[in-house]
């Protein structure tokens, strides 16, 4: 495939191509240009170019550009989610719901075009009135992770275009090729050419060049909090507008008076989804002791029924690691648990047999008895391994959840909701979801406390990190006059 620029089809100027390998078999799915900072500036020259025209398009007819791509988007739906199994690992069903969760961020966004109202208000001493109004922050960086390339696409542009701002995209390397054919289906919608480019090429050139553009006025990043800090560094140079969306260890707290059926099947989905790769994973699963025992054998028996395979296959519940780093990550986590004295109730090695032979797949794992010195207890666990942590009480439970320096998601789970939204409170996370495993919604501010982020992305939160507010005061000297030099 080839980048889009300035609505182009367009290869890199060095000519040179990146590979993009199926996580399952280890087969190249297809090649991507490797852009360099020249094609980048390319890129930012296009949607600055196009700002004017974007952003002065009546907001009726952004909403309705807006509602054309997520019907487009909903219509190649089973062709976008394809692609996307096969360059990110995922089982086919999870990508169909990645793919129409980013149709139902447009549709969000296109409907909140042109709602705010903009202030309008007396001066409190009489002399004059203000008006407040918001207008786009102008060229934007979008900057993407592989574990929900198309989704956080999605919480980026929808708000972004919304507001009026142009963009450049860059997908991580790994997976560019869905988000490569929705740009393309959003130009079918009727984008105006340059309001979104995809470049694809490494961070240390592609993204860095984005983030030091000093025509860039914004970055919207999501990724590791490593790289958050950098992008944060580089951008304080310009005092860029950034949204940093990072890592997390998210806790699952589950009391004595909770639904267990429930809560186990929450435990699942929200550990194994997506092989662990989350953001919002359960990373720490905390236990009321109450219960420990009951709930961890329910656990590992409904972990020992999880089907491991390649994600095409319409059989598989998990997929593979996405890459090899992310598998050696998960392993020595697991190895480093256990030398700490952890048990293994399921898993804790790679599954045998020739169809796993080439891709990064590792077995769905549960471990007790970890230490909190573990790194499993300490950094984020980004792969399909459960550390249990059993607590007497629910102020333990708060300590331990909070022991961390993330603060992305958390779960409660009880019935009584004095307790739920008592202790909800008290954990320092973005959001708490309570008896539900962690769901994002368009509509619902999304985003980390602590190391796990900047400001929010998703609801109407999200739309305001892409204005700039402005205020202006208008005297009315009829009313007399406060200023004056004393000449
Ligand atoms: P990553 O930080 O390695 O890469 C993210 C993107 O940044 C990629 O496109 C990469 O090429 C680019 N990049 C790397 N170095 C750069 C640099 N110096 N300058 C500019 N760009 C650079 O993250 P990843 O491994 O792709 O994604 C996994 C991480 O993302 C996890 O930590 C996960 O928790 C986090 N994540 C967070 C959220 C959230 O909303 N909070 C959502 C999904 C993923």
């Known amino acids: 495939m080839q980048m889009l620029i300035d609505g182009r089809w367009v290869e890199a100027s060095s000519r040179e191509r990146i590979q993009v390998y199926n996580p399952a078999t280890g087969s190249v799915v297809d090649t991507v240009p490797r852009a360099e900072r020249e094609d980048v500036r390319a890129a930012v020259d296009a949607a600055e170019e196009s700002l004017k025209k974007w952003s002065e398009l009546p907001a009726i007819e952004r909403s309705r550009i807006l509602l054309k791509i997520a019907e487009n988007v909903r219509q190649n739906s089973e062709e976008l989610a394809r692609t996307l199994t096969l360059e990110q690992g995922k089982p086919l069903n999870e990508a169909r719901s990645e793919v129409n969760s980013f149709a139902n961020c447009c549709e969000y966004y296109a409907g909140l075009i042109g709602r705010h109202r903009n202030v309008q208000n007396e001066f409190l001493t009489g002399e004059g009135f203000f008006v407040v109004t918001k207008i786009p922050v102008g060229v934007v960086g979008a900057i993407l992770p592989w574990n929900f390339p198309v989704s956080l696409l999605g919480w980026k542009v929808a708000p972004g275009l919304a507001a009026g701002n142009t963009f450049v995209v860059k997908p991580a390397s790994s997976t560019p090729l869905t988000d490569i054919k929705v740009v393309d289906l959003m130009y079918k919608s009727g984008l105006p050419a340059g309001a979104v480019n995809i470049v694809t090429g490494p961070g240390i050139t592609v993204g860095e060049e984005i983030v030091r553009n000093p025509k860039v006025s914004k970055i919207a990043f999501t990724g590791e909090t490593g790289t958050g800090k950098k992008i944060m560094e580089m951008a304080s140079d310009q005092i860029k507008r950034i949204t940093l969306e990072l890592g997390g260890s998210d806790p699952m707290v589950v009391f004595e008076d909770a639904d267990l059926e429930l809560a186990v099947e929450g435990a699942v989905w929200g550990r194994f989804r997506n092989c662990g790769q989350s953001c919002t994973s359960v990373k720490r699963l905390i236990l009321l002791e109450g219960i420990a025992e009951q709930f961890i054998s329910k656990l590992v028996e409904k972990v020992r029924t ?9 059989s598989t519940h998990m997929g593979p690691l996405h890459n090899e780093q992310q598998r050696e990550k998960i392993e020595n986590m697991v190895e480093d648990a256990v030398s700490l004295g952890a048990k293994v109730l399921v898993g804790g090695k790679r599954p045998e047999g020739e169809e796993f032979s080439k891709g990064y797949f590792y077995l769905p794992t549960v471990l007790t008895n970890v230490s909190e010195e573990a790194t499993i207890s300490n950094e984020e666990a980004f792969g399909p391994a459960l550390p249990v942590y059993v607590v007497r009480s629910e102020e333990e439970a708060v300590e331990l959840a909070n022991r961390t320096i993330y603060g ?72 007399g006059r406060k200023w004056r030099f004393p000449i």
Request: aromatic fraction near 12%.
């Open 408 to 479: 992305l998601g958390s779960s409660v789970w009880t019935k009584n909701l004095e307790r739920a939204f008592r202790v909800a409170e008290m954990i320092q996370a973005g959001t708490t979801w309570i008896n539900s495993p962690p769901i994002a919604r368009a509509e619902v501010p999304f985003g980390g406390f602590k190391q796990s982020g900047l400001g929010r992305e998703l609801g109407v939160e999200g739309l305001e990190h892409y204005y700039e507010t402005k205020s202006i005061q208008v005297y009315d000297y009829s009313k």
């Open 306 to 314: 999880i089907v491991v395979g390649n994600g095409i296959e319409p």
